[in-house]
């Protein structure tokens, strides 16, 4: 093996990228944006489209180099309901739709406990759970025609093979449907009669099968091409430190969500309202996390096409101490029920210096999750908060730990989901942020938590 392509599907953007496995590291990608219907039954992905964008890329991808092997790699808190044809028997769900919220006091009856399957409650459809009980309720006679649940990468690869499977990470991803400690499916799963719908549970790593014969001619690729199984995005970006990297560390995955895990980290109790949880990492193991929505924040707060970073900005905001405090957006993160003010007044910021500010308050939430997980040792950076010295200064400021980052690539997930390939020589790329740790980021840091503090009590100073 010596390319593989990886299918990439994030909740805003998906790509297909070509990896290079002797050198570790992509060669080319094709991207699309991930959009959301909001027609039909309720807002749904669309899947057809993504699709399309995936046959495609994997063509024109084999046209600059052949392609040895394909993995997945998609965002958790999702699944697709098959008829017994293959067809989806219901829209597959955007887990951003309030809907469920309208079952959430018999769903929270029904819902197994923190301590059996390490699954905060979530609100939307960010249980996957919730999906499934407000779609079986909402819509008795399409859930009825259900053949087959699968989770969310697992679907491509059936798309790309014909073989339905499930996957630990993705099943074990605040989904309410998987036991952790046991290894196996939830309590609520045999009581609510779901049992015999989920196709059977495979590894990550695991080769289904070979691309179809079919799409093997329309896309070019040799028909005993090899789809792996897939993988969950946070734990894709997780793996690659996994094989090479002694614990203690943890991994900050970004994107749409920042996702930290800590490997071997200190013993703590997670606490299910701060949006702690269990995630399963690809080798069957749980790694205590947490998670809010990072990469919405800074879309929300600086657009698409932020502003050039400026020291100059960053000094000014750290010295009139200009801040942010928790949360954007609500409904979730360590602060869920927490609602945003600004110190001073954020018309009057400059746009270098409020991208400074909100790079701040990004990391001062990223500290406030790795606390909470118990994380000891270094702490690495990947995807597109990894360019952002600001947030890495931050970031190391107030753990008083090591941080790492990964500038080589956008993101971690599509090497990561490399990993699963037999033949990948795994490096991480990461290099260490070496910029002095000055005091006045810790005394930004030590009065954020303060003025945090004060803002969750209803105080004002």
Not at 255 to 279: F, Q, S
Request: hydrophobic share 45%; charged share 20%.
């Amino acid at each position: 093996m010596k390319t593989v392509a990886v299918i990439d599907i994030g909740k805003t953007n998906a790509k297909v990228a070509l990896v290079d496995l002797d050198r570790f590291e992509e060669i080319a990608v094709r991207r699309t944006a991930n959009a959301v219907v909001d027609g039909g039954l309720y807002p749904h992905f669309d899947t057809e489209r993504l699709w399309r964008f995936i046959l495609d890329s994997l063509a024109a991808l084999n046209r600059e180099r052949p392609v040895d092997a394909i993995s997945v790699t998609t965002h958790g808190a999702t699944a697709v309901l098959l008829d017994e044809a293959g067809d989806l028997a219901l829209p597959v769900l955007d887990y951003e739709f309030a809907g469920p919220d309208a079952l959430a006091d018999e769903y929270d009856k029904a819902r197994p406990p923190f301590a059996e399957t390490g699954s905060a409650r979530l609100p939307m459809g960010l249980n996957l759970g919730a999906q499934l009980f407000w779609q079986q309720r909402s819509f008795p006679e399409h859930f009825a025609r259900v053949a087959a649940i699968l989770t969310y990468a697992q679907y491509w690869s059936y798309r790309l093979t014909g073989v339905r499977s499930n996957e630990l990470t993705s099943l074990g991803c605040h989904t309410d449907l998987w036991n952790p400690k046991a290894g196996s499916f939830s309590s609520m799963v045999e009581a609510e009669g779901w049992r015999q719908l989920f196709a059977p549970v495979r590894k990550a790593g695991d080769v289904l099968g070979s691309l179809s014969q079919p799409l093997a001619e329309e896309t070019g690729l040799r028909p005993a091409t090899p789809v792996h199984c897939g993988i969950h995005d946070s734990n894709a970006s997780l793996l690659p430190h996994l094989v090479t990297r002694r614990a203690p560390f943890s991994v900050v995955s970004t994107g749409t969500w920042v996702v930290m895990m800590a490997v071997g980290g200190e013993p703590v109790e997670l606490d299910e309202r701060r949006d702690t949880l269990i995630n399963v990492n690809a080798l069957g193991e749980p790694v205590p996390s947490a998670r809010f929505m990072g990469g919405r924040a800074f879309s929300l707060l600086i657009g698409d096409e932020p502003p050039p970073a400026a020291p100059e900005a960053e000094a000014g905001v750290l010295a009139a101490g200009h801040m942010l405090l928790p949360s954007v957006p609500g409904g979730s993160g360590p602060f869920p029920t927490a609602s945003p003010r600004w110190t001073t007044d954020e018309d009057k910021l400059a746009p270098a210096e409020r991208l400074a500010a909100v790079s701040f308050h990004l990391a001062l939430m990223t500290a406030t999750c790795l606390d909470l997980i118990g994380a000891r040792g270094d702490t690495v950076v990947e995807g597109p908060f990894a360019a952002n010295d600001a947030y890495l200064r931050m970031l190391a400021a107030a753990t008083g730990r090591p941080v790492l980052a990964n500038r080589q690539s956008s993101t971690g997930t599509s090497l990561g989901a490399a990993c699963l390939v037999a033949g990948a020589r795994v490096r991480t790329g990461v290099e260490p942020v070496r910029d002095a740790m000055e005091d006045a980021y810790v005394a930004y840091a030590d009065e954020w938590r303060r003025l945090t503090a004060v803002h969750l009590r209803g105080g004002d100073e």
